[in-house]
Protein backbone atom coordinates (compact mmCIF):
# COMPACT_ATOMS: atom_id res chain seq x y z
CA UNK A 1 0.00 0.00 0.00
CA UNK A 2 1.64 3.42 -1.33
CA UNK A 3 1.33 6.15 1.64
CA UNK A 4 0.23 9.44 0.43
CA UNK A 5 -0.54 12.95 2.00
CA UNK A 6 -4.21 12.77 2.77
CA UNK A 7 -5.71 15.91 4.66
CA UNK A 8 -9.40 17.07 5.22
CA UNK A 9 -10.37 19.51 2.12
CA UNK A 10 -13.28 20.08 3.84
CA UNK A 11 -14.81 18.58 7.33
CA UNK A 12 -19.28 19.38 6.49
CA UNK A 13 -20.24 15.76 6.97
CA UNK A 14 -22.35 14.54 4.25
CA UNK A 15 -24.49 11.55 4.28
CA UNK A 16 -24.19 10.92 0.96
CA UNK A 17 -21.31 13.16 -0.67
CA UNK A 18 -21.00 12.58 -4.34
CA UNK A 19 -19.94 14.13 -7.60
CA UNK A 20 -17.08 16.21 -6.79
CA UNK A 21 -16.23 18.64 -10.39
CA UNK A 22 -13.62 21.29 -9.92
CA UNK A 23 -14.16 24.44 -11.77
CA UNK A 24 -10.51 25.87 -13.02
CA UNK A 25 -11.59 29.39 -14.02
CA UNK A 26 -13.04 30.00 -10.50
CA UNK A 27 -10.76 27.65 -8.46
CA UNK A 28 -13.91 26.29 -7.00
CA UNK A 29 -14.83 22.46 -6.11
CA UNK A 30 -18.39 21.96 -6.07
CA UNK A 31 -20.12 18.75 -4.99
CA UNK A 32 -23.14 16.75 -3.41
CA UNK A 33 -24.81 15.12 -0.23
CA UNK A 34 -27.57 13.68 -2.70
CA UNK A 35 -29.96 12.43 -0.03
CA UNK A 36 -30.07 15.44 1.54
CA UNK A 37 -30.92 17.53 -1.85
CA UNK A 38 -27.48 19.98 -1.05
CA UNK A 39 -25.01 21.46 -3.22
CA UNK A 40 -21.98 22.36 -1.86
CA UNK A 41 -19.31 25.37 -2.77
CA UNK A 42 -15.18 25.30 -1.75
CA UNK A 43 -12.83 27.40 -2.87
CA UNK A 44 -9.91 25.46 -3.07
CA UNK A 45 -7.81 29.01 -1.91
CA UNK A 46 -9.50 28.72 1.45
CA UNK A 47 -12.79 30.10 2.88
CA UNK A 48 -16.06 28.45 4.40
CA UNK A 49 -18.29 25.99 2.69
CA UNK A 50 -21.27 27.25 0.66
CA UNK A 51 -24.47 25.00 0.84
CA UNK A 52 -27.10 25.43 -1.63
CA UNK A 53 -30.50 23.92 -1.10
CA UNK A 54 -31.79 22.12 -4.40
CA UNK A 55 -34.53 20.85 -3.17
CA UNK A 56 -34.42 17.94 -4.46
CA UNK A 57 -31.62 15.15 -4.65
CA UNK A 58 -28.82 15.78 -6.85
CA UNK A 59 -25.93 13.98 -8.10
CA UNK A 60 -23.24 15.78 -10.89
CA UNK A 61 -22.97 19.41 -12.05
CA UNK A 62 -21.64 20.42 -15.00
CA UNK A 63 -20.60 23.81 -16.32
CA UNK A 64 -22.17 25.33 -19.35
CA UNK A 65 -20.67 28.98 -19.14
CA UNK A 66 -19.66 31.28 -16.82
CA UNK A 67 -22.80 31.81 -15.81
CA UNK A 68 -24.63 29.11 -16.26
CA UNK A 69 -24.39 25.28 -15.11
CA UNK A 70 -26.08 21.70 -15.36
CA UNK A 71 -27.12 19.71 -12.75
CA UNK A 72 -28.41 16.13 -12.89
CA UNK A 73 -31.15 15.66 -10.66
CA UNK A 74 -34.06 13.03 -9.25
CA UNK A 75 -36.07 14.43 -12.06
CA UNK A 76 -33.58 15.48 -14.85
CA UNK A 77 -31.36 17.81 -16.36
CA UNK A 78 -31.59 21.56 -15.00
CA UNK A 79 -30.09 24.83 -15.72
CA UNK A 80 -28.74 26.66 -12.82
CA UNK A 81 -27.61 30.85 -12.77
CA UNK A 82 -24.54 30.77 -10.81
CA UNK A 83 -25.45 34.23 -9.67
CA UNK A 84 -28.89 33.65 -8.36
CA UNK A 85 -29.08 29.66 -7.69
CA UNK A 86 -32.32 29.15 -9.94
CA UNK A 87 -33.55 26.62 -11.33
CA UNK A 88 -35.03 26.02 -14.45
CA UNK A 89 -35.83 22.47 -16.06
CA UNK A 90 -34.08 21.42 -19.37
CA UNK A 91 -34.85 17.73 -20.04
CA UNK A 92 -36.66 15.64 -18.15
CA UNK A 93 -35.13 12.26 -16.88
CA UNK A 94 -37.39 10.08 -15.63
CA UNK A 95 -39.24 12.97 -13.77
CA UNK A 96 -42.13 10.12 -13.79
CA UNK A 97 -40.21 8.00 -11.71
CA UNK A 98 -40.60 8.77 -8.01
CA UNK A 99 -38.43 5.21 -7.29
CA UNK A 100 -35.19 6.73 -9.24
CA UNK A 101 -32.52 9.28 -9.03
CA UNK A 102 -29.60 10.64 -10.46
CA UNK A 103 -26.15 9.05 -9.77
CA UNK A 104 -22.67 9.13 -11.52
CA UNK A 105 -22.58 11.31 -14.15
CA UNK A 106 -19.84 13.30 -17.00
CA UNK A 107 -19.16 15.04 -19.56
CA UNK A 108 -17.47 13.80 -22.86
CA UNK A 109 -14.60 15.66 -24.20
CA UNK A 110 -17.00 16.34 -26.86
CA UNK A 111 -19.35 18.41 -24.60
CA UNK A 112 -21.59 15.14 -24.16
CA UNK A 113 -23.51 14.31 -21.23
CA UNK A 114 -23.28 10.71 -19.85
CA UNK A 115 -26.34 10.91 -17.29
CA UNK A 116 -26.20 7.81 -14.25
CA UNK A 117 -29.59 6.59 -12.79
CA UNK A 118 -30.75 4.16 -9.88
CA UNK A 119 -33.62 3.82 -7.49
CA UNK A 120 -33.33 5.19 -5.07
CA UNK A 121 -32.91 2.09 -2.10
CA UNK A 122 -30.65 0.69 -4.76
CA UNK A 123 -33.39 -1.20 -6.65
CA UNK A 124 -32.47 -3.85 -8.99
CA UNK A 125 -31.95 -2.79 -12.33
CA UNK A 126 -34.24 -0.09 -12.22
CA UNK A 127 -31.06 2.57 -13.27
CA UNK A 128 -30.37 3.73 -16.76
CA UNK A 129 -27.09 5.64 -18.15
CA UNK A 130 -28.18 8.46 -20.95
CA UNK A 131 -26.64 10.15 -23.29
CA UNK A 132 -27.36 13.73 -23.63
CA UNK A 133 -26.06 16.34 -26.00
CA UNK A 134 -27.24 19.14 -27.35
CA UNK A 135 -30.85 19.48 -26.40
CA UNK A 136 -30.63 15.17 -27.45
CA UNK A 137 -31.32 12.71 -25.19
CA UNK A 138 -30.80 8.72 -25.58
CA UNK A 139 -30.81 5.56 -23.83
CA UNK A 140 -27.47 4.24 -23.68
CA UNK A 141 -27.91 1.30 -21.10
CA UNK A 142 -30.34 -0.13 -19.18
CA UNK A 143 -31.35 -2.38 -16.25
CA UNK A 144 -28.78 -0.77 -14.45
CA UNK A 145 -28.89 -0.98 -10.38
CA UNK A 146 -25.97 1.73 -9.38
CA UNK A 147 -24.87 3.34 -12.10
CA UNK A 148 -21.28 4.79 -11.38
CA UNK A 149 -17.72 5.25 -12.74
CA UNK A 150 -18.40 7.06 -15.93
CA UNK A 151 -15.19 8.23 -17.25
CA UNK A 152 -13.56 9.06 -20.43
CA UNK A 153 -10.13 9.08 -22.04
CA UNK A 154 -8.65 12.84 -23.09
CA UNK A 155 -9.43 11.78 -26.80
CA UNK A 156 -12.86 11.02 -26.18
CA UNK A 157 -12.57 7.37 -27.70
CA UNK A 158 -12.99 5.75 -24.84
CA UNK A 159 -15.61 5.40 -22.17
CA UNK A 160 -15.50 3.52 -19.05
CA UNK A 161 -18.82 2.35 -16.81
CA UNK A 162 -20.20 0.22 -14.02
CA UNK A 163 -23.21 -1.17 -12.44
CA UNK A 164 -21.27 -1.14 -8.95
CA UNK A 165 -23.74 -4.55 -8.02
CA UNK A 166 -21.98 -6.62 -11.05
CA UNK A 167 -18.30 -5.68 -9.75
CA UNK A 168 -17.33 -5.36 -13.62
CA UNK A 169 -15.61 -1.76 -14.76
CA UNK A 170 -16.75 -1.62 -18.67
CA UNK A 171 -14.87 0.08 -20.87
CA UNK A 172 -16.41 0.59 -24.53
CA UNK A 173 -14.69 2.74 -27.37
CA UNK A 174 -16.48 5.68 -28.24
CA UNK A 175 -16.74 8.39 -31.40
CA UNK A 176 -15.10 11.16 -30.54
CA UNK A 177 -17.13 14.12 -31.81
CA UNK A 178 -20.36 12.43 -30.37
CA UNK A 179 -19.64 10.66 -27.38
CA UNK A 180 -22.02 7.83 -28.69
CA UNK A 181 -20.26 4.12 -27.78
CA UNK A 182 -18.99 2.16 -31.00
CA UNK A 183 -19.79 -1.73 -30.62
CA UNK A 184 -20.12 -3.82 -27.11
CA UNK A 185 -18.29 -2.95 -23.87
CA UNK A 186 -16.14 -5.44 -22.60
CA UNK A 187 -14.54 -5.83 -19.10
CA UNK A 188 -11.96 -3.83 -17.64
CA UNK A 189 -11.65 -4.50 -14.18
CA UNK A 190 -13.14 -7.49 -12.43
CA UNK A 191 -13.39 -6.68 -8.83
CA UNK A 192 -15.31 -9.15 -7.85
CA UNK A 193 -12.83 -10.96 -5.49
CA UNK A 194 -11.58 -7.65 -4.04
CA UNK A 195 -12.82 -5.91 -1.00
CA UNK A 196 -15.29 -2.97 -1.53
CA UNK A 197 -16.97 -1.67 -4.52
CA UNK A 198 -16.61 0.26 -7.49
CA UNK A 199 -17.75 3.48 -7.10
CA UNK A 200 -16.90 6.72 -8.65
CA UNK A 201 -13.68 7.31 -11.26
CA UNK A 202 -11.70 9.94 -13.24
CA UNK A 203 -9.46 8.60 -16.07
CA UNK A 204 -6.50 11.01 -16.63
CA UNK A 205 -3.79 12.37 -19.25
CA UNK A 206 -1.49 8.81 -19.33
CA UNK A 207 -4.82 6.75 -19.66
CA UNK A 208 -4.80 5.71 -15.54
CA UNK A 209 -7.84 5.42 -14.03
CA UNK A 210 -8.33 6.54 -10.34
CA UNK A 211 -11.09 4.60 -8.43
CA UNK A 212 -12.85 5.20 -5.08
CA UNK A 213 -13.30 1.97 -3.51
CA UNK A 214 -16.37 2.17 -1.50
CA UNK A 215 -16.26 -0.17 1.44
CA UNK A 216 -12.91 -0.54 0.74
CA UNK A 217 -11.23 2.06 2.42
CA UNK A 218 -8.56 2.89 -0.43
CA UNK A 219 -8.32 5.11 -3.79
CA UNK A 220 -7.17 2.62 -6.56
CA UNK A 221 -5.36 3.28 -9.70
CA UNK A 222 -5.76 0.91 -12.85
CA UNK A 223 -3.18 1.63 -15.69
CA UNK A 224 -4.65 1.48 -19.66
CA UNK A 225 -4.38 -1.81 -19.43
CA UNK A 226 -6.45 -2.79 -16.27
CA UNK A 227 -4.25 -3.99 -13.77
CA UNK A 228 -3.91 -2.57 -10.72
CA UNK A 229 -1.04 0.46 -9.96
CA UNK A 230 -1.53 1.71 -7.05
CA UNK A 231 -3.62 1.82 -3.59
CA UNK A 232 -3.64 4.90 -1.64
CA UNK A 233 -5.32 4.31 1.65
CA UNK A 234 -8.34 6.72 3.22
CA UNK A 235 -9.31 7.50 6.80
CA UNK A 236 -12.63 6.38 5.58
CA UNK A 237 -14.03 3.13 4.30
CA UNK A 238 -16.16 4.91 2.03
CA UNK A 239 -14.66 7.12 -0.22
CA UNK A 240 -17.29 7.97 -3.20
CA UNK A 241 -15.74 9.89 -6.37
CA UNK A 242 -12.46 11.60 -6.86
CA UNK A 243 -12.06 14.54 -9.41
CA UNK A 244 -9.23 16.30 -10.51
CA UNK A 245 -8.22 19.50 -8.59
CA UNK A 246 -5.88 22.51 -8.90
CA UNK A 247 -4.48 25.26 -11.22
CA UNK A 248 -2.90 22.38 -12.88
CA UNK A 249 -5.35 19.39 -12.12
CA UNK A 250 -2.91 17.83 -10.30
CA UNK A 251 -4.11 16.66 -7.29
CA UNK A 252 -7.40 14.69 -6.33
CA UNK A 253 -10.44 16.01 -4.12
CA UNK A 254 -12.91 12.98 -2.82
CA UNK A 255 -16.07 12.93 -1.19
CA UNK A 256 -16.95 10.23 0.84
CA UNK A 257 -19.85 9.23 2.93
CA UNK A 258 -22.09 7.67 5.93
CA UNK A 259 -24.75 6.77 4.65
CA UNK A 260 -25.71 2.90 5.41
CA UNK A 261 -24.19 3.04 8.82
CA UNK A 262 -25.06 2.64 12.15
CA UNK A 263 -24.33 4.97 15.53
CA UNK A 264 -22.06 2.48 16.26
CA UNK A 265 -20.61 2.08 12.52
CA UNK A 266 -20.04 6.07 12.60
CA UNK A 267 -18.24 6.22 15.54
CA UNK A 268 -15.32 3.85 14.29
CA UNK A 269 -15.44 6.11 11.31
CA UNK A 270 -15.22 9.60 12.60
CA UNK A 271 -14.76 11.23 9.12
CA UNK A 272 -17.25 9.60 7.02
CA UNK A 273 -18.52 11.90 5.04
CA UNK A 274 -16.09 14.43 4.76
CA UNK A 275 -14.39 15.71 1.72
CA UNK A 276 -10.55 14.91 1.25
CA UNK A 277 -7.85 16.40 -0.92
CA UNK A 278 -4.66 13.95 -2.06
CA UNK A 279 -1.15 15.46 -2.11
CA UNK A 280 -0.19 12.72 -5.09
CA UNK A 281 1.39 13.17 -8.12
CA UNK A 282 -1.83 12.60 -10.46
CA UNK A 283 -1.51 13.91 -14.64
CA UNK A 284 -5.16 15.31 -14.19
CA UNK A 285 -7.14 17.72 -16.79
CA UNK A 286 -10.39 19.73 -16.30
CA UNK A 287 -13.72 18.88 -17.10
CA UNK A 288 -15.38 19.98 -20.74
CA UNK A 289 -18.06 22.41 -20.60
CA UNK A 290 -21.24 20.74 -21.48
CA UNK A 291 -23.43 21.22 -24.95
CA UNK A 292 -27.05 21.89 -23.85
CA UNK A 293 -28.28 23.23 -27.61
Known sequence: MNEAIVSVLSDHVCQLGEGPSY??????LYWFDIVNGQLLEKHLSGGAVKIHELGQMASAIAVIDDNRQLIATETGLHVRDVATGKMTLHTAIEADNPVTRSNDSRVHPCGAFWVG????????AAGSIYWFFKGELRRLYSDITVSNSICFSEDGTVAC???TSTGLLMRVACNPATGLPVGEPKIFVDHRKAKG????????RDGVLWNACWGGSVIE???PDGKLIRS???PVTQPSCPAFVGRNADRLAVTSAWSGKNEKQRLLDPQAGMTFLLDIPVNGRFEPRVLIA
Open 23 to 28: DPATDT
Open 117 to 124: TMGKGEEK
Open 161 to 163: YTD
Open 197 to 204: YIDGSVLD
Open 221 to 223: AYG
Open 232 to 234: VAM
